[in-house]
């Protein structure tokens, strides 16, 4: 082992054997900081990453171990949480006060500090003070004040998508009423689990609205928009789709503002300037163009006496909208350059 590798990250991934697990492995992996990575899984425990995930086959990798989050803790430099929502709440507890200088998990659990706001969409929190102390990283309008975060939760996929496209006009005091945003996604969404909407023969061809009565990630959305907003009964509406893709989120939001702003371009532009994964694009992005990137591709218009703005923003859920913006959290965290690791394009076509 060079000096180099010695001072590498220990990296572990708990919950490893679902979709966001498998590509947080896909992008530590050959991540230039990360030295040792570590997996865990109750239903996969010794089988190899690449059985199970056959993208790694030839990466390298380990075999999966049984889950034990203290032992994993003790070990870590970075400790991710790739479990369904309510198991985080469950066993990020068990994690000793000195445990690892970075915890960053992929669930709803910790996303959200306004109890009202959690309980009206997930009903009682097991475990409220261990909220303290987690930051929402929606990392492409956090970035550098990240640095030196222990406790991150990430964002989720339809919540990145809105908060993207909503975030210029509620910073700039823009926003006029409640925005909706319509939203489509692919099945890889759901997770890896086989359900009847995932099922090929009812999905392939398909294209159905669900939880259209309140998506959960309004509430995360709300409380964003109020931080930005200081308008405290801040909220936006998600209207969620499924569509006959896998992978990738499109979202179009349509947003009344207070005064006329004929050039929303320019205010996404000035928003976005510097930011490595968020590009204004002068027409409407297409998903295919970020598929498999960490990249975030907008577009903003005006219509309706420029009184109404719609902005579309297209990412990967599994990417951008979760392991891909878990590892730029981690990088803007540790002080890395944020692009580490993560500097690949897109699948286009595919
Ligand atoms: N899929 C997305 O597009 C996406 C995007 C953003 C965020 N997220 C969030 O990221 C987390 C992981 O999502 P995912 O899509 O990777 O889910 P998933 O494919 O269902 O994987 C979750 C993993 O957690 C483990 N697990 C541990 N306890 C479990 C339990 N009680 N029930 C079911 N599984 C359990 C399972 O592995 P073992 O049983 O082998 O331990 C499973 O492989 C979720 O909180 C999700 O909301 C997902």
Not at 112 to 122: E, K, V
Not at 129 to 153: N, P, T
Not at 170 to 175: E, K, M, Q, V
Not at 297 to 309: F, W
Request: overall charge negative; hydrophobic content about 40%.
């Amino acid at each position: 082992m060079t000096g180099s590798e010695k001072t590498r990250l220990k990296v572990a991934v708990v919950g490893g054997s679902g979709y966001v697990g498998g590509e947080l492995l896909r992008l530590l992996l050959p991540h230039p900081a990360v030295g040792d990575v570590r997996a865990f899984s109750e239903s996969h425990a010794g089988e190899t990453w690449g059985g199970v995930h056959p993208s790694l086959a030839h990466l390298g990798g380990g075999k999966f171990e049984p889950p034990d989050t203290a032992g994993a803790a003790a070990w870590a430099d970075v400790l991710f949480f790739a479990l369904p929502h309510g198991r985080s709440q469950e066993v990020i507890p068990e994690i000793p006060p000195a445990g690892p200088p970075l915890v960053i998990d992929l669930a709803a659990d910790f996303r959200i500090h306004d109890q009202t706001l959690y309980s009206a969409y997930y009903g009682e929190h097991k475990a409220p003070s261990a909220l303290e102390g987690f930051v929402y990283g929606l990392a492409d309008v956090e970035g550098s004040r990240l640095r030196g975060k222990g406790r991150i939760a990430v964002p989720g996929c339809f919540a990145t998508a809105a908060l993207l496209a909503v975030h210029p006009l509620a910073a700039a005091g823009l926003l006029g009423e409640t925005p909706t945003v319509f939203a489509v996604t692919g099945s890889t969404g759901s997770g890896v689990k086989p359900k009847r909407t995932t099922h090929h023969p009812v999905r392939a061809h398909n294209f159905f609205g669900y939880s259209q009565g309140g998506h959960r990630h309004e509430a995360e959305a709300a409380e964003q928009i109020r931080r930005w907003s200081g308008e405290e009964d801040g909220a936006i509406r998600i209207l969620t789709h499924s569509a006959p893709i896998v992978r990738g989120i499109h979202a179009t939001l349509l947003a009344r503002v207070k005064e006329p702003l004929p050039d929303p371009g320019a205010l996404f532009r000035k928003a976005y300037e510097g930011r490595p994964f968020v590009t204004v694009m002068d027409s409407p992005p297409e998903l295919a163009a970020v598929v498999g990137s960490n990249h975030a591709h907008l577009h903003a218009l005006s219509r309706e006496g420029d009184r109404v703005v719609v902005v579309d923003c297209a990412e990967d859920n599994l990417v951008k909208g979760a392991a891909g913006q878990a590892v730029q959290v981690m990088n803007l965290a540790l002080g890395h350059e944020e692009t580490l690791g993560l500097g690949f394009g897109g699948l286009y076509p595919c």
